[in-house]
């Protein structure tokens, strides 16, 4: 599998504070990455890293071997990235439709016509929101305002797809169906991070994650040695077990 993000040395200080420290990372094409931590931690400033919505102050990013370090979130996009965010944005007054058609039409791929309708059902196809397409989206149930959102990021037919905790918040048999979609997507060959605090859910989906603590990266391998590892479990992910 050939490489498709390298993080090296990634920094990012908000004054005296340094959210992310010297962190450097690859991830190879279809991997599906757990990126774990406590609150605070460092995970979504580093996911904002990734999908330029803040620049680093440190450090270098590629995608795909090309460096993009300081890169608007427009070209990162183009370059293949995209993200759900911890807070769900949708458009609420518009339909499902319609709110992937936003993306499809005015992001990186910049679809019209034929190609657009075509693209829009798909994505719609692959969150299992086809029979709701007319639908507004203000009428939607919290996991399918989730399952939306991830449509609205497929839109863009991304490489690199960013999950920051869209399992967070679903009911038991809300996440058993959220897991399988997910598992779904990394079937078409995507490439996958996700920031995660439900620990069932990693075990389930990520052969490999990385723990941050303070900004740096603590451990960064298989799950399975990962989880176990005494000084994980015991400083970052034992209250944080689901
Ligand atoms: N825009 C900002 N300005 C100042 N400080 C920030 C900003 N964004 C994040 N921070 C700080 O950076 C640190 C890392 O925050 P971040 O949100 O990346 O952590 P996290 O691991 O994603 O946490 P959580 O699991 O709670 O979402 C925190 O101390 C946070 O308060």
Excluded at 38 to 47: D, F, I, V
Excluded at 95 to 116: C, I, Q, S, Y
Excluded at 161 to 183: C, F, K, Q, S, V
Excluded at 216 to 225: N, S
């Amino acid at each position: 599998m050939s490489v498709l993000l390298e993080t090296q040395g990634l920094t990012k200080r908000f004054g005296g504070l340094t959210a992310v420290n010297g962190v450097s990372l690859t991830v190879r094409r279809g991997e599906v990455l757990g990126l774990l931590g406590p609150n605070g931690s460092g995970k979504t400033t580093l996911m904002n890293l990734i999908s330029g919505a803040l620049k680093s102050s440190e450090g270098a990013l590629l995608i795909n071997g090309k460096d993009m370090t300081g890169s608007a979130p427009h070209r990162i996009a183009k370059a293949g990235v995209a993200r759900t965010f911890q807070l769900v944005k949708i458009l609420p007054s518009l339909t499902l439709e319609e709110n992937v058609m936003v993306p499809a039409a005015f992001g990186p791929e910049g679809l019209w016509g034929r190609a657009l309708k075509v693209q829009v059902a798909e994505c719609l196809d692959m969150v299992g929101l086809t029979s709701r397409a007319g639908q507004q989206a203000s009428e939607l149930t919290y996991i399918d305002q989730k399952r939306l959102e991830l449509a609205r990021a497929l839109a863009s037919a991304p490489k690199l797809l960013l999950l920051d905790e869209w399992l967070a918040g679903l009911n038991p048999t809300e996440l058993h169906e959220g897991i399988r979609l997910i598992r779904e997507l990394e079937q078409t060959g995507i490439t996958i991070i996700m920031v995660e605090h439900i620990m069932d859910a990693v075990r389930a989906l990520c052969p490999r994650c990385a723990v941050m603590n303070s900004g740096t990266l603590i451990a960064d391998g298989p799950t399975v040695e990962v989880l176990s590892d005494p000084h994980v479990v015991a400083a970052y992910l034992g209250e944080e077990d689901a």
